[in-house]
């Protein structure tokens, strides 16, 4: 399994909306709609933000959301906060207990 | 609360083993399937090993098969992972994630032990 393809890095300033996409195969992203989205702040271990593509876990701000087409899945974070800078990483169930992650983004918040 | 505290990390040469461990607590372990996902120094999250509720399936990333071994422990509420025959390239922080309820997701990870070849 090849990792998802996800751009090294991203930025904006406060208040604005950003996006990073994920894109996989039809065997990955395509083919199934698990896929889900961590934040990881420096040394510290994942956080769950999105699953089953659009939904956000409780305690989640809406500002998180989340979206599908084909094999590219995206995540947007609107009202940007200074808070929302981290590691951002794409993640799909590949079939038969598998999974693949993306390569990881790098949000900056200017 | 969920707690996953990992366990065993250290040095070891190339072509030597470790076993690290994940205790768990603050949910019903044999009721969740577990894993475990490494990140190699500066790189990305990787998938490594998968095991059922009931310990009866384990699934492994390629990078890893015949070589690694998850298994899990219900007296102690313990999840394991053996790793032998080990590479430079399996040098990373070794995570285990509990898999949510509600789908092939992990909610809960744990802080993570570092593993160096």
Not at chain 1, 82 to 90: R, V
Not at chain 2, 27 to 51: C, D, Y
Not at chain 2, 54 to 64: E, M, P, R, W
Request: aromatic share 12%; charged share 15%.
């Amino acid at each position: 399994q090849s990792a998802l393809t996800q751009p090294r890095s991203v930025s904006g300033s406060p208040g604005q909306s950003v996006t990073v996409s994920c894109t996989g195969t039809s065997s990955d992203v395509g083919g199934y709609n698990y896929v889900s989205w961590y934040q990881q702040r420096p040394g510290i271990a994942p956080k769950l933000m999105i699953y089953d593509v659009t939904k956000r876990p409780s305690g989640v701000p809406d500002r998180f959301s989340g979206s599908k087409s084909d094999n590219t899945a995206s995540l947007t974070i609107s009202g940007l906060q200074a808070e929302d800078e981290a590691d951002y990483y794409c993640c799909s169930y590949a079939g038969t207990y598998s999974w693949v992650f993306g390569g990881g983004t790098k949000l900056t918040v200017l | 609360q969920v707690q996953l505290v990992e366990s065993g990390g250290g040095v070891v040469q190339p072509g030597g083993s470790l076993r690290l461990s994940c205790a768990a607590s603050g949910f019903t372990f044999s009721s969740h399937a577990m894993n475990w996902v490494r990140q190699a120094p500066g790189k990305g999250l990787e998938w490594v090993a998968f095991i059922r509720f009931d310990g009866n399936d384990q699934y492994y990333a390629d990078s890893v098969k015949g070589r690694f071994t998850i298994s899990r422990d219900y007296s102690k509420n313990t999840l394991s992972l053996q790793m032998n025959s080990l590479r430079a390239e399996d040098t990373a922080v070794y995570y285990c994630a509990k898999e949510a309820s509600y789908g092939p997701y992990f909610n809960y990870w744990g802080q993570g032990t570092l593993v160096t070849v």
